[in-house]
Structure formats: structure tokens, C-alpha cells
């Protein structure tokens, strides 16, 4: 995927990047203001309300404590917080090596095969992702098909119980954070000079070599943009953890959701998100370090 | 690009924000209801009986409502608390007094739930349908007797448990097994019921207050403790799944109809509430939803099968010695806290 | 020169060494992938025909759950609901998207890098932070939820896509080509939309593409910024899988799988035709 900060100038000539004038300060205004009120401003309404306090209602009383982050730094959240980040990291990892061979498989194919595969990819999108969970409830559950089929060949005499486990929560994550991994690193793989590759092969080096020490470093932007695009919104996942898991280990995002709603603590629920923010700002920077240092 | 293709893209931009703008179709009856607790029939028919628009919306909780509708979040007409939301509305005054005139068919409903303790007299609710939470059980899987709790939550179910997602309720199960009144949720009765608590969590399998009846059904889990509506059509399903009141106690739930004073269309709004308490709309609802259902009139439609069906209408269950859940404020947030810490162990 | 150079793009593939291993490694491991996508999806679909309403063994067939589908109206609504608001916010998405991309491309503005990193925020966010943040300003700026704040919360996570999608491609624009067009007497708006706006096209739908699909999936977000006369599909579909699945919603997605690739092969089509 490309990268989004400074832009490259193409070779010399008049129509280097110019300095902004009004004209393009005037045209790049309306995105601007949008990130600016609908990004920044909800943000930093957000870490207000974590610093106020609510009602026996729920409804938020705007004062000024500490008391909502002491409680934030209490060991269950902090574990639950960890928790999520270790499933988001272990779908990020499955996420990778499932997807890398595709992506690539899909970059170096002809056209055609290309367009095809590509949307075979997009399609699945197109059932609404609850449905899609749910499904593979029907394939997990004891009575479900995968029992069905290892009953059946013999394999085991007893049905296994493969759902509301870590193990599930796990598939379920992967199954709907697959393709981010899989596209951006297809457009890494499209750019690809080949001209690199057939050198690499020219000087004598064998296929892994080649693929370990030539190709994968050339698609680390396409990497590292799949891998954010996963790990960060995996931390805060709630409805699918909640389904596949059966609530038996509760994910920061479940946690988030429930304070604005049957906990009626709407601000301690700011303190946490604020904290999940802390969280995300840091692998953004570190993602975005990563890219940068690509491209110097 | 083409010259018309642009101008079609700003056409198609410039409709969605003018259908964004007159979003507000005034005639329209707002309902917020739980998720699939009003039967689509029951909606058709009034409209089609009326000529009024009805756009519903779900909650999957009273909290969820609550939060909703005091963040000022959309003028609804109709809101479907339970009897503690009802309470804590009532005492911020946030609910429409309603017009005893204009609901004539509040002669329907049975005596015992024209006087419950939360709104007697039902000056700004009407009783939509009653509920418990008690046991299921698989009759082919478990073999130990079950009366109560702590048959549930002994160590040979360790891992085969459901039970509802709903921390309140959790506690509450605790709460009456320890003698505790339901509704004294301090912090140190809290902490009282504690160790109980997580001898009884360690064992649970799977949390779930949408749709308990699927663990059970596909023998994820062998029994569990959920809402007597689920029981019920598991019990409708295949009889192999039995119901039992705990012994320890039993509280009831009361799901209800009230108008929030935000609501744009309280007369209209009082009209449904009429509406669904004829007795032949009432059996609707229960067909569909098979709780207490507290109109007497439709009751008398029921058939032998749903009258009998001991998840829907427990017997010997004295509804006017029923426990009833209050509102416990800023508790709430503790109590979740407390499952959620259990939960992690 | 050895014979690598001298070979076709389509056949480099088939170097000596043992890329054709490779290729049946990759495509092998990619076909598995497929599999695993698939077989929900190929459940759903069959499951829609199935005459069973817990769909626990196959009972018979049965086009009955499509019949009840076009009759129940609260999820058609809820449909209808989800069209306009992707719709709406693809268009603006586009709209915002193409034109940001362009002119940070084609200009430099002080704070470049930090405009970038601003530009990725809601496009990683976790959607329960949008979710919530919005809400708490929407209710501070008194704004009723429906429509309105659905589109803008919606186009806020999809803009991005649609930049980064354009910015790529304008990664590859040759300079000259704008050149050539200004010396020719076009101003520099003419520019933009005679030139370069063709040239992004691929980029712009594959951008629309994730955005309209991001949109009309989105649940969480939707949770905390919606109102009953706004329910999108996502919404209602949850409310109705929580109290046990309903074949309704397979029939739904199997119906969609199908007009998706119905579109597609049409588009296929009247591209081949345009092209030859």
C-alpha cells in the first residue's frame, strides 16, 4: 500500500510538488475540516469525558477526577486489555503467513486471473459479516459439521468441543481480518520489479533465497500497511469475540461497549478508550517508523 | 470521466443528503424494543388497523436504552423497559402519565399486575410480558436431581453450563442462595457472595442472554440457567428439556410499554398500547414470545398446550409473592465489574 | 543475455530453477485459503434452500425462506436504509478522497507528514472508539442521529481507503502528461478533469469499492450513531441472529453473493466489448 506522508517527486521538471497556494489551501480545506471535527474533536471529547463523572442514571455529570483511570489501572482491566492484544497479535501472525502466499500467488498472475481472484477475495465481504460468524458456529458447534465429518471418517469417537473457545475466537478473527492482510500486500507484489527478481536469479540464487532475501523486504510497505490494518482493529473486536467465545473471555472492545451501556459508566468507559487510544497511537507510530525507514 | 456520469454521481450525492435532511418522517411511531420482542405481524396489523407508520429500533439491554435515551439520542415514541427502568424513569420523572381514557383495554390486564409495586395502578406503564429465570436441563444428559443452584453449579457441570450474560441477574442467583435480599446490592453483600461466585463462574461454559436455547440445543451445554421464554420453546422443541424453578428462590421480571416525555406522538403511542392489549393481539404476542402473559382476557385464548408449558406459566408460582428487581443506580457498575473480574479467573 | 530477459512477462514464471514449484506452492496454499473463505459462505447458501429452521441437518429443500424474505418488511427497510447510507458516503468518500490525494500530491503543504498520519487515523481506529467518540460529540452538538450522522460517521472511515487507493496510483502518473495538457491551453482544472481523473479511475473504483463494501457491512460504529428510522441492515440482521439464526438472512446473502456476481460479469463483459 502506498505510502500516505510525504509524497515523492517523479523526475525534474516545472510540475514538482509547488507550495501550497490559497487555491489548494481552499480545495484541501473540506477534508481537513473533516478530520478536524469528526476525528479530532470527538477525540478529544472523549478524554474529557473520561476525566468526568455520571449519575445514578448514567448520564454524564461533567467535574473534574482522577477517579475513573485509577480504576482503569485496576489489574482485571489492564488483564483483559493484554488479553485482547494477545489475540489481536496472534491473528495478526495467522492473518500473515495465511495471507502472504496468496497475496503474492494473485500479484505475479496474469490479468485475468488477476481481476478473478481479486474478487474472489472481495466477495465474502458481501454477506454481512454476523452471518459469515455465524456460519462457521454451524460448523464448529458438537452437532455441526465438522464433528459431522471427523465422526464420520472415524477420526474421533466423541464430539469435540471446537467452539466457545480461545481457539475460536481466533478463527473467527482471522476468517474476517483475512482479506485487509491479503490486498495491501497484493499491492505491494503488483509493483514488484521483476527486473530484480530475474537478477537475483541471474547471479545463481535459489528460489528461497531469492523470495527471503529480495522479495519480501521489497514488499514490506504492502506488509506493514496489512499488519496494522489487522493487529489495531483486532485489540478492540467485540461481536465476534462475544460469539465465537461465548463470553467466557471478555475482549477490551466487549468491555468499552458494556460501559456505555449496562454499566452505566459512560466516563469510565472514556477512560478506557482513552487508554485503547494510548495503545493504537503507538502502533501507528511504530508502523508508521517502520515505512519511513523504507523509504530513506 | 464522463461529462454525465459526474453529474449523475452529484445528483445521487445530492439526493441522499436531501433524503439525510427529511430523514423525519413526522406521522412515524418510534419504538425502541428489544430485539425481535415484538412480533412483525403484531406491527403490520396495527398499521394496516391505523394507517400509522410504526419504524421500530432495538436495545439489547435496559441500560443500552437508558443511555440512549438520556444522551438525547432520538425522540422515541415507545420505549419496553423492565420494571427497574420503569422505576429509575419514574423517579427522574421522564416518563408521559398516561391517559386511562384512552387505553380502555387496560381492563384486561390481570388484577396482580394492575398493582405491582414499582407502578401501581399503571400510571405510566402497561405490562407487556412477565418472565423468570430459572433451570433448564437436558433430562438425557443429566442424571443428578436438579432443584436449585447448587445443582447447577456442582462439579460433575463443570464446563456443560450456560447461563446467561447478564452481571445483575448473576448476582442475584448468589444473592438468594446466601438469604440476601435481591435488591440490598452493597458492596458488602457483594463481597460476601463473592467466593460463591467463583466457585460457580470457574464452571460455566458459555455466557449468553440472546439466544441460550442454541448451546443447549446442539449439546454445547447440557443445562443452564436462562430466561423461562427460551425454556419454553426448547421445551416446545423436544420435552427431553425440562424446567425447575430454583428452590433458593425465584424472582419475576416485568417487561413493559411507557412513553418518555420526549416522545413526539403520545396519543398515538397510547393507541398501540390499546392495541396490544386486545386480548386477540396479546395471544399474537404470545404465540411468538411464550412468557407469563399478564392479559387476562387473552389468556383465556391460549390452547391447553401453551397453558401448560411449565417455563411459561410455572404451577403453584404465586405471582403476587414474586420478587421484583429495583433499581440499584450506580451499583450496576460494580456488579459488572465483579462478573467481569470473575469471568477473567 | 540469458533467457529470462528475453521472455514474455506471461512465461517468466516458467524460469528454470524451480519457480514452477514455487507457482504450484503458491497456488496450491492459495487455493486451501480459498477453501477456508468459502465454506461458510457455500453453507449459507446451501443452508437457504434448506427446509429447516435451526439448520442442524438438511430437511428437504425449500425456496420458502426467499418467499418469507420479500414479506418481511422491517429487513427490506433496514436494506433500503443501508443502500442509501453506503451509497451516500461512498459518493463523499470519493468526492473527499480524490480530490485530497490529488493536491497533496500535486502540492507541498507545510505538515505534510503529519497530514498523512492524520489521514490514517480513522482508517485503523478501532471502530468502538469512533463509535463512542461520535456519539459523545453528536449529543454535545445536539445533532439527532439518523441519516445524517450515520453518512458523516461512515464517510469518516471511508475516505481514507479512497485516498490511499488514489494516492497510490498517482504514485505512478507521469508529470509530463499534465504538462502536455496545460501547454495545450487547458487550465489547470480542465487538467484535473480531462486528464488525470481517467487516469485515477481504476483507482477511484477500487477505493469506491472497499468503501461502499466497508460501509454497508459496518456494525459497531452504526451501533452507537443510528436511530430507529435509520436502522441499517447489520443492525437488524444482528438483532434478528441473537435469538437463534433465521434462513431468512442466508436466503439474504446468498441473494446478494449472487447479484454481485451477476454485476460483475456483466462489467466484465461490456469492458471486453469496449476494449476489442
Known amino acids: ?296 | 470521466m464522463k461529462k454525465r456520469t459526474k453529474h449523475l454521481m452529484a445528483a445521487v450525492c445530492a439526493g441522499a443528503l436531501l433524503l439525510a435532511g427529511c430523514g423525519k418522517h413526522d406521522e412515524t411511531l418510534k419504538i425502541f424494543c428489544w430485539s425481535e420482542y415484538i412480533p412483525q405481524e403484531v406491527i403490520d396489523r396495527f398499521t394496516e388497523e391505523t394507517g400509522i407508520p410504526v419504524a421500530v429500533e432495538n436495545f439489547a439491554s435496559n441500560e443500552e436504552m437508558l443511555a440512549k435515551l438520556l444522551a438525547g439520542g432520538g425522540d422515541y415514541d415507545l420505549i419496553q423497559p423492565s420494571e427497574y427502568a420503569v422505576q429509575a424513569l419514574m423517579r427522574e420523572n421522564l416518563l408521559h402519565r398516561l391517559d386511562d381514557k384512552r387505553i380502555p383495554n387496560l381492563k384486561n390486564i390481570a388484577p396482580e399486575f394492575r398493582s405491582m409495586p414499582f407502578d401501581p395502578g399503571n400510571r405510566f406503564s402497561i405490562p407487556w410480558l412477565a418472565g423468570f429465570v430459572g433451570i433448564v436441563y437436558n433430562a438425557e444428559t443429566v442424571t443428578r436431581p436438579i432443584v436449585g443452584f447448587a445443582d447447577v453449579f456442582s462439579p460433575e457441570h463443570a464446563g456443560r453450563i450456560i447461563v446467561v450474560d447478564d452481571p445483575r441477574e448473576i448476582v442475584t442467583w448468589a444473592l438468594t442462595t446466601a438469604g440476601i435480599p435481591i435488591n440490598d446490592v452493597s458492596d458488602e453483600n457483594l463481597a460476601t457472595i463473592t467466593p460463591l461466585l467463583q466457585d460457580w463462574l470457574a464452571k460455566v461454559k458459555i455466557y449468553d442472554s440472546d439466544s441460550p436455547k442454541t448451546a443447549l440445543a446442539t449439546g454445547d451445554a447440557d443445562l443452564g440457567v436462562v430466561w423461562s421464554g427460551e425454556a419454553a420453546l426448547l421445551f416446545d422443541e423436544n420435552p427431553k428439556f425440562q424446567w425447575v424453578m430454583p428452590a433458593e428462590g425465584v424472582h419475576m421480571f416485568v417487561d413493559n410499554l411507557a412513553i418518555p416525555k420526549t416522545a413526539r406522538h403520545k396519543d398515538k403511542a397510547e393507541e398501540f398500547m390499546n392495541f396490544i392489549l386486545r386480548p386477540d393481539i396479546s395471544k399474537m404476542i404470545s404465540d411468538e414470545f411464550p412468557y407469563y402473559n399478564p392479559n387476562a382476557e387473552a389468556r383465556r385464548l391460549l390452547s391447553e398446550e401453551q397453558l401448560n408449558n411449565p417455563a411459561s406459566y410455572p404451577p403453584g408460582f404465586d405471582v403476587t409473592t414474586a420478587e421484583l428487581f429495583g433499581d440499584i443506580g450506580e451499583q450496576a457498575s460494580k456488579v459488572d465489574e465483579l462478573i467481569t473480574t470473575i469471568k477473567l479467573q | 543475455m540469458t533467457g529470462a530477459a528475453a521472455l514474455s512477462p506471461a512465461r517468466r514464471w516458467w524460469l528454470p530453477s524451480g519457480p514452477a514449484v514455487q507457482r504450484a506452492f503458491f497456488g496450491g496454499w492459495t487455493l486451501l485459503v480459498f477453501a477456508f473463505l468459502y465454506i461458510p459462505i457455500l453453507l449459507l447458501v446451501v443452508y437457504s434452500f434448506n427446509d429447516s429452521r435451526m439448520n442442524l441437518h438438511w430437511a428437504g429443500f425449500t425456496t420458502k425462506w426467499y418467499g418469507l424474505l420479500f414479506e418481511n418488511t422491517s429487513l427490506l427497510r433496514a436494506f433500503h436504509n443501508s443502500l442509501i447510507v453506503a451509497g451516500a458516503s461512498t459518493v463523499l468518500a470519493v468526492l473527499i478522497g480524490t480530490s485530497a490525494a490529488w493536491l497533496l500530491h500535486r502540492y507541498r503543504f507545510p505538515a505534510q507528514r503529519t497530514i498523512g498520519l492524520l489521514i490514517f487515523i480513522p482508517l485503523v481506529i478501532p471502530e468502538v472508539l469512533m463509535g463512542v467518540s461520535l456519539l459523545v460529540l453528536f449529543v454535545a452538538l445536539g445533532i439527532p442521529l439518523g441519516y445524517t450522522t450515520l453518512i458523516i460517521a461512515h464517510t469518516t472511515f471511508c475516505f481514507p481507503f479512497v485516498l490511499i487507493a488514489v494516492q497510490a496510483r498517482l504514485q505512478g502518473l507521469d508529470p509530463s502528461i499534465e504538462e502536455a495538457a496545460l501547454d495545450l491551453g487547458a487550465t489547470p482544472l480542465q487538467a484535473f478533469r480531462l486528464v488525470i481523473i481517467p487516469y485515477l479511475m481504476p483507482a477511484i473504483i477500487a477505493g469506491a469499492l472497499m468503501s461502499f463494501t466497508l460501509s454497508f457491512d459496518e456494525y459497531i460504529v452504526t451501533l452507537f450513531t443510528s436511530s430507529a428510522a435509520s436502522q441499517t441492515l447489520p443492525l437488524k440482521v444482528y438483532g434478528m441472529v441473537r435469538v437463534g439464526l433465521n434462513p431468512q438472512l442466508n436466503a439474504l446473502s446468498t441473494l446478494f453473493i449472487t447479484a454481485t456476481i451477476l454485476l460483475v460479469i456483466t462489467a466484465q463483459f461490456f469492458l471486453r466489448k469496449k476494449n476489442s
Not at chain 1, 506488509?223 to 478492540?236: D, E, K, N, R
Open chain 1, 1 to 296: 500500500m502506498a505510502v500516505p506522508a510525504a509524497a515523492t517527486p517523479p523526475a525534474t521538471g516545472p510540475l514538482l510538488p509547488r507550495r501550497a497556494g490559497l487555491g489548494a489551501w481552499f480545495f484541501l480545506t473540506p477534508m481537513l475540516g473533516w478530520l478536524l471535527l469528526f476525528v479530532i474533536v470527538p477525540a478529544v471529547m472523549l478524554v474529557v469525558v473520561s476525566f468526568s463523572e455520571r449519575d445514578s442514571l448514567g448520564r454524564i455529570v461533567y467535574s473534574f477526577t482522577f477517579e475513573n483511570y485509577l480504576r482503569a489501572f485496576d489489574w482485571t482491566w489492564l488483564r483483559i486489555l493484554g488479553i485482547s492484544i494477545w489475540y489481536a497479535f496472534l491473528t495478526t501472525a495467522i492473518c500473515l503467513v495465511l495471507g502472504y502466499p496468496v497475496a503474492y500467488f494473485i500479484g505475479r498472475s496474469n490479468d485475468r486471473l488477476r481481476t478473478l481472484l481479486l474478487l474472489l477475495v472481495m466477495i465474502p465481504f458481501w454477506t454481512s459479516f454476523l452471518i459469515r460468524t455465524y456460519a462457521w458456529i454451524s460448523i464448529l458447534s458438537s452437532q455441526g459439521l465438522l464433528n459431522a465429518a471427523l465422526l464420520g471418517l472415524g477420526l474421533t469417537t466423541a464430539p469435540i468441543g471446537f467452539m466457545y473457545t480461545p481457539f475460536a475466537v481466533v478463527l473467527g478473527l482471522v476468517y474476517n481480518f483475512l482479506p485487509f492482510m491479503i490486498l495491501p500486500i497484493y499491492t505491494s507484489v503488483e509493483k514488484l520489479d521483476n527486473s530484480l527478481i530475474e537478477a537475483a536469479y541471474d547471479l545463481g540464487a535459489r528460489p528461497t533465497r531469492v523470495f527471503l532475501q529480495v522479495v519480501l523486504p521489497l514488499t514490506r510497505p504492502g506488509i506493514v500497511a496489512g499488519v496494522l490494518l489487522v493487529f489495531v482493529p483486532a485489540i478492540a473486536m467485540f461481536a465476534i469475540t462475544t460469539l465465537m467465545g461465548g463470553g467466557t473471555n471478555p475482549t477490551i472492545g466487549e468491555v468499552i461497549h458494556n460501559q456505555f451501556t449496562r454499566a452505566r459508566n459512560q466516563p469510565f468507559g472514556a477512560a478506557l478508550g482513552v487508554l485503547l487510544m494510548v495503545v493504537f497511537i503507538f502502533s501507528l507510530w511504530i508502523g508508521t517508523r517502520q515505512r519511513r525507514g523504507y523509504d530513506e
